[in-house]
């Protein structure tokens, strides 16, 4: 799970709705719109300034492909080409210092048949790739020396390909031990790479565990190249990496000791511009359910700093200013995604972007780019529009879009995009998403719809690209309003908010939920006959604890659910680490045991009558299908109508264009069938 009553205030925004629709164009959008959609990425300026790199995203249908290129943008013309055109798999887009090479990773070119992504290097004006690495387990992430003469970069050791293995905290569908995953160095033009670092302490793997989110870079040089910090694992387990430090390692001699006196959940290991400061994240407080914080402290080591103590923000992405004494932080505020400068003392001032949100869809890459003037580049998304690549001269500037490869959607009828507040039953002041329904009149009823976010630790913007891109107005278009509800565990308020799921998973967040709905109601124009309710990952394990416990729903959605605790704990890839989101192990006394029995859905099966869409991967290790599983025959056994659909894949949601766009036909068209 990623990688989840007293009304007192309304905002006064929903409340100026308009008694009849004016639309410059009466299309509504269609899934066959967001075939069109195009995602932008990881964005980097150009050693003069005058232009943006970008990872650009586009689907193709006809091979089911993700296609990925890699483009250019002149700031001041917004005259965009396109730099490769046959690579696939392009993310991590580098400058070398001198800024007259680009570096990125790619599985290969398109055809070749590989896909182990590989360090490729090519000019700044283009030009045809060079392959640099040909580690045999693929790189997941690596970074120029600072004199561009050379990279680091992460690769896993390789397999033994035992006839047996002992299993430890892996998940189910492992057929293999897990191997360390190591740093290595290696020239800028090739050549045999060394080994920087051996043995079962190694590197987080490609997607290490955590209950906290975690940085873009395992790893980064020193200003001089002499060392690296990198975040260690004590093992090759995902699930250790509560266990993480962070260590110096001197490139030329492989010694190596630790930053900190911390005794673990340390991650990143960022060196600042100058090579004086080093900015690592560790949950607030060494609670590991807690808050990202950001601490600075010297490059000789020491633990330093929380900088954002004061902030009280969850961080999802930080950057270091040129400067090397504050940072870019990227964090979650109410219904909004913002950016904020932080001082090394503390000090924060909010950067204004407007109605833009800032990095609204994680990436999986730089979210933004900074120069030594001030200026800015970031993707973002408005609560009108998909993801477009915004620019700002200083940080005082608003944010100007560059591209628009997504404009056709603003010329369509959309629903409108606000937010409701209310206070809930502990007295938090919560919040969520509201998208009118696109066709909306003022004094006609609508159904409503829960569109409720994973995580839990994330929250739902204001944005047309949010937990899922264009879903929210995918239902208005189809005569839906579309309530997102913020609930406890998400993180968008404060600390205390956020560990308020803690050994509360389903009860407490259920209410909040139950209060934004009471909220939406009072404003009059919600059918309070047909609610559906839905989600995904953590939003599944919602949807299922809620038609287990109300009954207020026409029909439900549950992508991906958890609904059996025991079930995560023992054979997920996230396993033992739900110790962390109850008071321990199920097995260490009967009254965390059932507290395990308490908080799970499938306990409460027996009690659904509401007709519901089971959605799932077989392949999938963050949430094991054997648990929909359990839950479709709870339901078919209480003969509930109920429909369970497998997609056969691997992964906690299919990658691949084709079947997500099945997912949408099939969650849309189930609300279409209930609910109309």
Not at 198 to 208: D, F, I
């Amino acid at each position: 799970m990623q990688r989840s009553i007293t009304i007192a205030v309304i905002t006064s925004a929903l409340l100026a709705v308009q008694a009849s629709p004016s639309f410059a164009n009466d299309r509504l959008m269609t899934l066959a719109d967001l075939r069109r959609e195009v995602g932008i990425s990881e964005p980097r300026f150009t050693p003069d300034g005058r232009a943006i790199i970008f990872v650009k995203t586009s689907y193709d249908f006809d091979s089911n492909d993700v296609n990925t290129d890699l483009d250019q943008i002149d700031i001041a013309t917004r005259a965009i080409r396109t730099m490769t055109a046959t690579m696939t798999g392009l993310s991590a887009p580098r400058f070398s210092s001198d800024g007259t090479r680009i570096a990125f990773l790619a599985d290969g070119i398109s055809g070749a048949g590989s896909d182990a992504s590989q360090i490729f290097v090519m000019s700044e004006s283009g030009g045809t790739p060079k392959q640099v690495t040909h580690a045999s387990e693929g790189v997941d992430s690596y970074a120029w020396r600072p004199d561009g003469g050379a990279f680091a970069y992460v690769t896993a050791d390789k397999p033994k390909n035992p006839i047996a293995f002992v299993v430890g905290d892996n998940d189910y569908l492992a057929t293999s031990a897990p191997q360390p995953w190591h740093l290595w160095t290696t020239g800028a033009q090739g050549g045999t790479p060394h080994r920087l670092t051996s043995g079962s302490k190694g590197l987080p793997p490609g997607e290490v565990i955590l209950p906290q989110a975690v940085p873009e870079a395992w790893f980064s040089w020193s200003e001089d190249g002499k060392t690296i910090a990198y975040t260690q694992m004590p093992n090759a387990y995902k699930t250790d990496g509560v266990s993480t430090k962070i260590m110096l390692v001197d490139v030329a001699t492989g010694r190596q000791h630790p930053l900190t006196a911390h005794a673990g959940e340390e991650a990143g290991g960022e060196y600042s511009p100058d090579g004086s400061r080093i900015m690592y994240w560790y949950p607030r407080n060494g609670d590991a359910v807690a808050f990202n914080d950001l601490f600075v402290t010297s490059s000789s080591g020491g633990i330093g700093k929380d900088t954002t103590y004061v902030l009280d923000r969850n961080a999802i992405d930080a950057r270091w200013m040129p400067d090397s004494r504050s940072l870019i932080v990227l964090a979650h505020d109410g219904t909004w995604a913002r950016l904020w400068r932080v001082d090394e003392d503390g000090a924060t001032r909010m950067i204004d972007t407007g109605q833009v949100n800032p990095g609204a869809v994680p990436s999986g890459g730089a979210t933004v780019d900074v120069r030594d003037n001030g200026a800015m580049t970031f993707p973002g998304s408005e609560p009108a529009r998909p993801t477009e690549l915004y620019y700002m001269s200083s940080l005082d500037a608003m944010p100007r879009r560059l591209t628009d490869f997504n404009g056709s959607f603003t010329a369509m009828h959309l629903g409108r995009v606000t937010h409701v507040d209310w206070v809930g039953p502990d007295g938090y002041h919560e919040d969520g998403v509201l998208t009118y329904p696109a066709d909306y009149v003022a004094g006609k009823k609508y159904p409503l719809v829960l569109q409720i976010h994973g995580g839990p630790n994330w929250a739902s913007v204001e944005a047309f690209d949010t937990d899922y891109e264009g879903l929210s107005q995918l239902f208005a278009a189809h005569g839906y309003a579309v309530f997102e509800p913020n609930y406890r565990g998400s993180d968008e308020l404060d600390d205390a908010y956020q560990v308020a799921i803690f050994n509360d998973a389903g009860d407490g967040p259920g209410k909040d939920v139950l209060a934004g709905i009471e909220a939406v109601e009072k404003l009059g124009f919600v059918d309070t006959s047909r609610i559906g309710v839905s989600g995904w990952s953590y939003g599944g394990y919602m949807t299922t604890w809620l038609i287990g416990h109300y009954h207020i729903w026409k029909a439900a959605v549950a992508g991906a659910a958890p609904t059996d605790a025991f079930v995560d704990y023992a054979i997920s890839d996230y396993n033992v680490i739900g110790k962390y989101y109850f008071e321990g192990s199920p097995w260490t006394s009967k009254a965390i045991r059932d507290a395990y029995v308490e908080q799970s859905p499938i306990t409460y099966a027996d009690q659904v009558t509401t007709p519901t869409l089971i959605l799932h991967d077989t392949g999938d290790v963050r949430v094991p299908i054997v648990e929909d599983y359990e839950f479709f025959h709870a339901l078919r056994d209480h003969r509930v109508p109920v429909e369970f659909v497998a997609y056969p894949v691997d992964g906690h949601y299919p990658s691949d264009p084709i079947r997500g766009e099945d997912i949408y036909r099939r969650w849309v068209g189930w609300f279409d069938k209930y609910l109309k």
